[in-house]
């Protein structure tokens, strides 16, 4: 998990060095660093079988899924690209459980109860803190990793639910095959040609930390419970923060950490009363 971390904050710096400075429409991005992603990681999907995970009796909702990452994916590049600094991005990102609680209540019809809606609420508090709608330098494009963490948060309860039928192989495969296809068709209508070898190189590695951090992420959570590695989750904050400041010297001002401290422990409350839950209801069980 905290590999992962470390690339994407790599992963992240790099997407906004293309963005900015080699003036790379944000879908464009998205193309080509899900596509070298997918090139890179493709031995290991075929380790997983593609074509026995390939096997599913709800092959639209595997669609459908794809897409709202998809849109998840482009909200947050288009932020990486407007900019918006990455200390207040990754912080609002964060925000994507409290989302996933809410859908779980409201959507999945599971009792969430009075203490994980209140954590919820105290969670976005948190956002409101880093985000401060009230002052005068706010502007809506720091809504966008907003938008990508309700998207994400949808994109997880449709993992949730199909977890219950497909197994994480086949969840893994349609996600990494079905990315490019939707990334092309949004980056279609924009395209920009990289021009240069610095932009390959940059683009290049983007895409392969990408698949390390995808790889990274799926090995955590199969060989270890979620409420163990969620924790290590958080340390993406820094780590992106450290990479803001080497790379466009952005430095936080002190409501990043109370905003972001209140995001974290909100969804480690939510993540330990989840752990909980599941571990009564399985020993209920047995």
Not at 129 to 135: A, G, N
Not at 208 to 223: C, D, E, G, H, R
Not at 241 to 257: D, E, K
């Amino acid at each position: 998990m905290l590999t992962a971390g470390l690339s994407f904050a790599l992963v992240n710096s790099l997407v906004q060095v293309a963005s900015i400075h080699y003036g790379l429409t944000s879908t464009t991005v998205g193309l080509i660093q899900y596509f070298i992603a997918l090139c890179a990681i493709l031995p290991y999907l075929n380790s997983l079988g593609i074509r026995e995970s390939l096997k599913t009796n709800f092959l639209g909702m595997h669609i459908f899924r794809v897409f709202l990452s998809v849109i998840g994916i482009q909200l947050w590049l288009w932020a990486l690209a407007y900019p918006v600094p990455i200390w207040q991005g990754i912080a609002l990102l964060m925000t994507s459980p409290l989302f996933a609680t809410i859908g779980s209540g409201l959507l999945l019809k599971e009792n969430v109860g009075v203490a994980r809606w209140g954590a919820t609420l105290f969670g976005f508090i948190g956002a409101m803190i880093i985000l401060e709608p009230w002052s005068d330098a706010f502007s809506w494009a720091s809504m966008l990793p907003i938008g990508a963490a309700f998207f994400w948060a949808c994109y997880s309860l449709m993992v949730k639910k199909l977890s219950a039928t497909d197994s994480p192989s086949t969840i893994v495969v349609y996600l990494l095959l079905l990315i490019t296809p939707f990334n092309l068709l949004l980056a279609f209508p924009e395209w920009t040609t990289p021009k240069g070898a610095t932009i390959w190189i940059i683009l290049v590695i983007a895409g392969v930390m990408t698949a390390l951090a995808q790889w990274a992420i799926v090995k955590a959570y199969s060989v270890a419970d979620a409420s163990f590695v969620q924790p290590f989750d958080h340390a993406k904050l820094p780590l992106n923060v450290l990479a803001g400041w080497l790379v466009f010297h952005w430095v936080p001002p002190g409501r990043l950490w109370l905003g972001a401290a209140i995001i974290i422990a909100s969804v480690a409350f939510i993540t330990h009363w989840e752990a909980k839950k599941q571990k009564s209801m399985k020993e209920t069980t047995e």
